[in-house]
């Protein structure tokens, strides 16, 4: 069902993008390692005299295939073509910088339910997951100087068209919206409707409303007796993921009865307390 290689970036833009930052210069490439590479180097690369540093916030970085895709936790992000592989640099207040991955996760979300109908839903820290199934993935990487904060690179791969069976790292685990939905999804409606919630969501937030509250809703883990793992050779620990703190971190009461408070890992269902 995947659409043949034109530049869907060009038809998003040609047909009118309404954004404020996100997509103030909107870069396109048949084929990168990875877009948050890309990003990165005209995030910090030196633009003529003086020490002015950098492309503009806002500046949008699309590959229709990566070569190194890559996800949270150094793993490998599959980026056949067919799907959205955006990076986006911002430069956020260091107070903002931990809203950047949870708006993403809710433009996502809403991007889905306007363009689908579909209803998705985030699986802590912010796989945004269709049917039980992952549909999209989001990655920030900052760099910071001291106190100050350079840059922030959102990376969001978007599964539209593949056909995730097609390779042993996704069957089972991964979903794309036509697959979901059983129709043709066009790439550039949904590429618009995502940068212009990304937008709408960063302006608020450079406003002082953070898209916590909404981002709690669309949790499906709440509630839920997890288990939580570290991949770095950190172990497991279950319990009930109750809550969030403010920053979107996850509280988890052991089955011990002790908070604790987990900041990275992954999330898979445990099967019920007796
Ligand atoms: C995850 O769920 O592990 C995060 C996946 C993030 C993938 C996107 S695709 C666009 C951007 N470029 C990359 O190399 N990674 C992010």
């Not at 997509?23 to 390692?33: A, C, H």
Request: glycine share 12%.
């Amino acid at each position: 069902m995947a659409e043949s290689s034109v530049n869907f970036v060009s038809a998003t833009i040609r047909r009118g993008l309404f954004t404020r930052v996100v997509g103030r210069r909107v870069l396109f490439y048949q084929e990168l390692g990875s877009t948050m590479d890309e990003a990165a180097r005209l995030a910090q690369e030196k633009t003529g005299e003086g020490p002015g540093v950098g492309t503009i916030e806002g500046t949008v970085v699309v590959a229709e295939t990566q070569t190194q895709g890559r996800g949270r936790l150094g793993r490998n992000w599959v980026s056949p073509q067919g799907n959205i592989y955006l990076s986006v640099v911002f430069r956020p207040t260091m107070e903002n910088l931990p809203f950047l991955s949870l708006l993403a996760g809710v433009a996502a979300v809403q991007t889905i339910g306007k363009i689908t109908g579909l209803q998705a839903r985030i699986k802590w820290p912010n796989d945004v997951m269709v049917g039980g199934l992952k549909a999209a993935g989001i990655l920030v990487e900052s760099v910071i100087e001291g106190d100050e904060l350079c840059y922030a690179v959102l990376g969001i791969g978007l599964n539209v068209g593949f056909d995730p069976n097609q390779s042993v790292e996704t069957a089972g685990l991964a979903t794309s919206l036509e697959s979901a939905t059983g129709r043709r999804i066009p790439r550039e409606e949904v590429l618009r409707q995502l940068l212009q919630d990304l937008d709408s969501l960063y302006l608020k937030l450079q406003h002082g409303q953070s898209p916590l509250i909404q981002w709690r809703e669309m949790l499906e883990t709440l509630g839920r007796n997890v288990r939580v793992s570290w991949s770095d050779g950190g172990g497991s620990q279950t319990g009930i993921a109750e809550d969030i703190d403010d920053i979107g971190n996850l509280l988890l009461r052991l089955d011990g009865g002790e908070l604790i408070t987990v900041t990275a890992g992954d999330v898979t269902l445990a099967p019920p307390r007796s």
